[in-house]
């Protein structure tokens, strides 16, 4: 059985929040537990590079979900100022293709030639949005198939890029280790712990469904920033975790 801050160690909690008041008020909640914080677009636009500095300075693991998806250069670029932030893990749109994905490893090297003393950060890429359902699959982004086909393609390109893994739902996971292999990647969105609104998610599972699938990391937002007692909600995923 793992330990609750071994648990906690593989939670990445979505800042998804407005404003930068917003965020300190729920670090203070979940304060002690150390679980990885994901600072998203929202948050991000609001509050900037900054933020991301301060969470490193007070010793938090942070996913910068941004995204990427442009021309190989520009996403080069981006890559290289995020990683002089010191974060420990960022995506990139599988979409983009593999150039692009390689240009976004090329662009942490620079950073880390010219910058000593931070780490080589986890390059993810995102494979389909939990969002996406199969008719917005075929009918309105154009992509031919099912969803796990289109999931599995992405994740066998970033792996081919030389990413470390990729963001997808938990009904691929199982799907994308066996073709990936076990030490590549899945961070898991789409988490709703029993008793939770499934809001504008499609593809969903529980926490302990999830890591059962060969989740390596789970991220929840709404189930925990938006209930009455965030550090009640979360410990009480870590403990239904910790039980066999």
Avoid: W
């Amino acid at each position: 059985m793992k330990s609750h801050t071994a648990i906690a160690e593989k939670i990445i909690v979505a800042l998804d929040v407005p404003h930068p008041s917003d965020a300190k008020k729920l670090l203070s909640e979940l304060k002690g537990i150390p679980c990885y914080l994901k600072v998203g677009m929202q948050l991000f636009y609001a509050s900037g590079p900054q933020f991301i500095l301060m969470l490193k300075e007070q010793g938090y693991r942070v996913f910068l979900d941004l995204k990427l998806h442009d021309i190989p250069n520009t996403v080069k670029g981006a890559a290289d100022s995020i990683t002089r932030l010191g974060v420990d893990m960022f995506n990139v749109h599988a979409a983009g293709g593999s150039r692009m994905m390689e240009a976004a490893l090329e662009g942490i090297d620079t950073a880390l030639s010219a910058r000593v003393g931070i780490q080589r950060p986890i390059v993810i890429a995102v494979t389909q949005l939990t969002s996406t359902s199969q008719i917005v699959l075929n009918s309105e982004i154009g992509i031919p198939g099912n969803v796990e086909e289109s999931v599995l393609h992405y994740a066998n390109l970033a792996k081919q890029a030389g990413l470390n893994g990729v963001v997808t739902s938990p009904l691929e996971v199982a799907a994308i280790k066996q073709t990936c292999g076990s030490s590549f990647l899945t961070i898991v969105p789409g988490i709703r712990p029993h008793g939770s609104a499934i809001g504008d998610q499609f593809r969903i599972m529980s926490p302990k469904q999830a890591f059962a699938q060969g989740a390596d990391y789970i991220v929840i937002g709404r189930p925990i920033t938006t209930a009455d007692n965030p550090r009640q909600a979360l410990e009480s995923i870590i403990k239904e975790l910790s039980e066999p």
